[in-house]
């Protein structure tokens, strides 16, 4: 189907199934770009300190419900950290709780608030198997942390060295590879639905359309910068075929993570995209780059509520081919701004419901 003369698209509202809100004021001024564009969120449970119990968990939706706009159209779902010594048990009262979805694997040293996270896999499972039985999936931040392992590689061996091994062991664990960023990320997933392995993966907004090139444009560009890296692109073609005609094991999940500018803009600056003041707007961009526009809403709307086994949301949202220009910063807490992605420049489609007559 030829989508380059489409200039406006109605889609099922989307979700966005992994997204970093932070807390407190910073929370205020992210989550509503969010509850502008997406129904529901899996949001990430990094904070200081993480979010291990369904007990924080449920306070954690709570701070985020009174932080919303007047809107309450979103609905928050919550992720749980894993940590070494998180109990079984916890996972049972996760599998029952509403609005908890899934734990999150973070391996310890991987990213950004990830010192709590799991040091040794090997030890971890009874509670893969508590995982298996009451079948929660298992988010994965999947890089390796080894230091001889070069950076732009930590996904691949991550894949061989510990995704493989633990689908041997725990063949019945959903498994979502979160911000999938190489074609060896893509292929596990395709081969693992060859062989009927319950495995999906997100994908960022940010993988589909930028490669590594991006963070040393005209110089180091921290804004850019992210964890997995960004990679390669024949990567990033292969993410493009992946989210537009790799089917229901790929779906969306913008890895919206903010930091203060000044804590980016800095000699040692965190990991990070800020990418939900434009959340869905760039994935149409995305889309349109290689005249798939007509597969949005399945990647968006569709492939993460089935895979979850929630229910497809009923609203829909209105994109336009219109550029806007993207403001230099955001608000984000009492004293600080964030940059957001795209900072100064234009974004090529618009929300409907922004638009002026
Ligand atoms: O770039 C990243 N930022 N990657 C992650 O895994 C974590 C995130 C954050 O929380 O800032
Ligand atoms: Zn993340």
């Given at each position: 189907?030829?989508?380059?003369?489409?200039?406006?698209?109605?889609i099922?509202?989307?979700?966005?199934?992994?997204?970093?809100?932070?807390?407190g004021?910073?929370?205020?001024?992210?989550?509503?770009?969010?509850?502008?564009?997406?129904?529901?969120?899996?949001?990430?449970p990094?904070l200081?300190?993480?979010?291990?119990?369904v007990?924080?968990?449920w306070?954690?939706?709570?701070?985020?419900l009174?932080?919303?706009?007047?809107?309450?159209?979103?609905?928050?779902?919550?992720?749980?950290y894993?940590?070494?010594?998180?109990p079984?048990?916890?996972?049972r009262?996760?599998?029952m709780?509403?609005h908890?979805?899934?734990f999150?694997l973070?391996?310890?040293?991987?990213t950004?608030n990830?010192?709590?996270?799991?040091?040794?896999?090997?030890?971890?499972?009874?509670?893969f198997?508590?995982?298996?039985?009451?079948?929660?999936?298992?988010?994965?931040?999947?890089e390796?942390?080894?230091?001889?392992?070069?950076?732009?590689?930590?996904?691949?061996?991550?894949?061989?060295?510990v995704?493989?091994?633990?689908?041997?062991?725990?063949?019945?664990?959903?498994?979502?590879?979160?911000?999938?960023?190489?074609?060896d990320?893509?292929n596990?997933?395709i081969?693992?639905?060859?062989?009927?392995?319950?495995?999906?993966?997100?994908?960022?907004?940010h993988?589909?359309?930028l490669?590594?090139?991006?963070?040393?444009?005209g110089?180091?560009?921290?804004?850019?910068y992210c964890?997995p890296?960004?990679?390669?692109?024949?990567h990033?073609?292969?993410?493009?075929?992946?989210?537009?005609?790799?089917?229901?094991?790929?779906?969306?999940?913008?890895?919206?993570?903010?930091?203060?500018?000044?804590?980016?803009?800095?000699?040692?600056?965190?990991?990070?995209?800020?990418?939900?003041?434009?959340?869905?707007?760039?994935?149409?961009?995305?889309?349109?780059?290689?005249?798939?526009l007509?597969k949005?809403?399945?990647?968006?709307?569709?492939?993460?509520?089935?895979?979850?086994?929630?229910?497809?949301?009923?609203?829909t949202?209105?994109?336009?081919r219109?550029?806007?220009?993207?403001?230099?910063?955001?608000?984000?807490?009492?004293?600080e701004?964030?940059?957001?992605?795209?900072?100064?420049?234009?974004?090529?489609?618009?929300?409907?419901?922004?638009?002026?007559?």
């Open positions: 189907m030829d989508t380059t003369c489409i200039n406006r698209i109605t099922t509202r989307p979700d966005d199934w992994h997204l970093h809100l932070r807390d004021a910073a929370m205020k001024d992210v989550v509503a770009h969010s509850a502008e564009r997406f129904g529901r969120a899996l949001v990430m990094n200081k300190p993480p979010v291990v119990s007990g924080q968990a306070s954690y939706r709570e701070r985020i009174a932080a919303l706009p007047d809107d309450p159209r979103f609905d928050p779902y919550m992720a749980l894993l940590t070494d010594t998180t079984v048990d916890e996972i009262r996760a599998a709780g509403p908890i979805l899934s999150k973070y391996p310890a040293g991987a950004t990830s010192d709590a996270g799991v040091t040794n896999i090997n030890k971890m499972h009874d509670r198997e508590a995982m298996e039985r009451w079948e929660v999936p298992l988010c994965v931040h999947g390796v942390t080894d230091p001889s392992v070069d950076i732009f590689d930590r996904e691949l061996v991550f894949i061989e060295r995704l493989v091994p633990l689908r041997k062991e725990h063949p019945a664990l959903k498994i979502v590879l979160e911000h999938v960023t190489t074609k990320g893509v596990f997933v081969d693992e639905e060859r062989h009927r392995h319950p495995t999906a993966a997100t994908i960022t907004a993988n589909l359309l490669n590594r090139n991006a963070i040393f444009q110089g180091v560009r921290p804004h850019h964890l890296v960004l990679k390669r692109e024949a990033r073609q292969a993410l493009l075929w992946a989210a537009t005609h790799g089917g229901p094991r790929f779906f969306l999940g913008t890895d919206s993570a903010p930091h203060a500018k000044s804590a980016k803009e800095a000699a040692c600056g965190c990991a990070g995209c800020f990418t939900a003041h434009a959340g869905i707007e760039l994935y149409a961009e995305a889309f349109a780059q290689v005249n798939a007509d949005l809403e399945a990647f968006a709307s569709f492939h993460g509520a089935d895979f979850y086994g929630l229910s497809r949301n009923t609203g949202m209105t994109l336009v219109k550029p806007w220009l993207v403001p230099p910063s955001h608000e984000y807490g009492e004293s701004v964030v940059v957001p992605l795209r900072a100064g420049e234009y974004i090529s489609w618009s929300l409907e419901s922004r638009m002026h007559p």
